[in-house]
């Protein structure tokens, strides 16, 4: 199997743990607020991460590793969640999640190309059928409502991805994966930190609420961006954005099959769109 394959493979095997997230949520007590579980996710997975590195390699080595990229890559990552839940908020689940996860891969591209590398036509061809998938997935859920700055923090959460991965890529270049996760992600604990002292936290001692938090923090982000990471390493960011659509994809197909959530015609014909787009992605040859 080819290595641009292979780290394809890795990216959808996270994205498939990343599309649990809903379905984890939905088990968690009510008065767990989305803000909340955002910030113990992030403190959870990057506590294992940075304990994780220093377990395997050591000290860390910061001689070598830039530090702007790092605190770009640590912010990203920490202001996605409030970004896309407050946006979400405001224009309801359709909208802002599609303006999120479908501008990333947008703003990837455009990062991209203003780095020099231009994505290739089969690549805009893949995004552009996975972004209309997405569409069609999220047309019937939820209420739409055209809120201006509702929609400018979900495109907001959008750039923040593409950043964080832009960041990544390139950390990756210059120190192992196990340091770059570890120092990104307790670095974004830590600036989430602060949430956590605004917000009744009794519910996490409920066998719902330790179990939801536990499986967002251990299984949809440490085991999650440590197989993101490791696909990083050899596709370009823009096709990596891509397939992090498959995330919809399974947060619908868990939400029919777990939840028992029914899906319009439009909405499967989504699915099979963004099916398609991603199969396109992972065989289409990237400028990397």
Not at 70 to 82: C, D, F, G, T, W
Not at 86 to 106: H, K
Request: aromatic share 8%; glycine share 10%; net charge positive.
């Amino acid at each position: 199997m080819k290595e641009s394959t292979k780290a394809s493979v890795y990216v959808l095997l996270a994205c498939l743990l990343w599309g649990t997230t809903g379905t984890a949520q939905a088990f968690a007590p009510k008065e767990a607020s989305p803000l909340v579980i955002g910030a113990l996710r992030m403190t959870i997975g990057g506590t294992i991460l940075f304990a994780s590195a220093l377990l395997r390699e050591g000290k860390f080595n910061l001689t070598t590793i830039s530090k702007r990229d790092v605190l770009l890559a640590s912010i990203s990552i920490a202001m996605y969640q409030p970004l896309f839940f407050s946006g979400v908020s405001r224009t309801g689940v359709a909208l802002g999640t599609v303006l999120a996860i479908g501008s990333a891969p947008i703003f990837s591209g455009i990062i991209e190309t203003i780095r020099g590398q231009r994505p290739t036509l089969q690549w805009t061809i893949a995004t552009s059928i996975s972004i209309l998938g997405c569409i069609l997935l999220f047309s019937g859920e939820g209420q739409i409502t055209l809120d201006i700055y509702g929609g400018l923090l979900s495109l907001g959460a959008g750039l923040s991805y593409a950043l964080y991965v832009t960041a990544s890529q390139k950390l990756l270049q210059q120190a192992p994966r196990a340091h770059v996760n570890g120092l990104v992600f307790f670095i974004s604990a830590l600036i989430l930190a602060p949430i956590l002292f605004f917000y009744d936290l009794t519910w996490v001692a409920s066998a719902s609420g330790l179990l939801s938090v536990l499986h967002l923090g251990v299984f949809t982000l440490a085991a999650t961006y440590t197989l993101f990471a490791y696909g990083l390493i050899n596709i370009s960011a823009s096709r990596a954005v891509t397939l992090t659509l498959a995330e919809p994809l399974t947060a619908a197909v868990l939400g029919m099959l777990v939840l028992r959530e029914k899906l319009t015609a439009m909405a499967l014909m989504g699915i099979a769109l963004i099916f398609i787009g991603l199969m396109l992605s992972v065989r289409g040859k990237q400028q990397e």
